[in-house]
């Protein structure tokens, strides 16, 4: 188990180097995603979230996605409904309504024994042309070990 999460652990870090470099990218914006509480099922889980796409640049604006996060690998526990937080990167400045919505796929990690932290590295959306940061943050409560694939997939909501 030990060496597991340490190979993950790695597999995260030398992503989280080489993802950024494979193109010029720009900051985009942040997305801010709500979690549905997720029971793990030793083999996988999925999650609904409902997130806000925070665009740079004047004026701001934001724009709502619907989505579902299903993890495949060691997922044992129960966790409350949580916050995912990622900065956007993409290949050009302009992202408008829609542009986020899409597959991602890579490799996650949560530990959470009361509060609880985890990572995820997605790379995908339209035309694989957004990155959500390498390294996400995972806010929740409850007590949980996972590890493994991870598929998140956005569809827009519109604009607020």
């Not at 180097?17 to 914006?29: D, K, S, V």
Request: glycine residues 14%.
């Amino acid at each position: 188990m030990k060496q597991f999460l340490a190979t993950l652990g790695a597999s995260i870090l030398i992503l989280a180097i080489a993802l950024p470099a494979r193109a010029e990218t720009f900051r985009a914006g942040r997305l801010l995603c709500a979690t549905a509480p997720r029971v793990g099922l030793v083999l996988g889980s999925a999650q609904t979230l409902r997130c806000v796409f925070h665009a740079r640049g004047q004026p701001p604006r934001q724009y709502v996605y619907e989505g579902r996060i299903r993890r495949v690998g060691l997922d044992i526990g129960v966790t409350s409904a949580g916050v995912l937080s990622w900065a956007v990167l993409a290949r050009n400045s302009r992202v408008g309504p829609g542009s986020l919505r899409g597959n991602y796929v890579g490799a996650s990690g949560n530990v959470a024994l009361g509060p609880g932290l985890g990572a995820n590295v997605l790379i995908g959306g339209s035309r694989r042309s957004i990155m959500l940061q390498p390294l996400s943050v995972e806010r929740s409560i409850g007590l949980n070990l996972a590890a493994g694939i991870t598929n998140l997939t956005l569809g827009a909501r519109g604009a607020r």
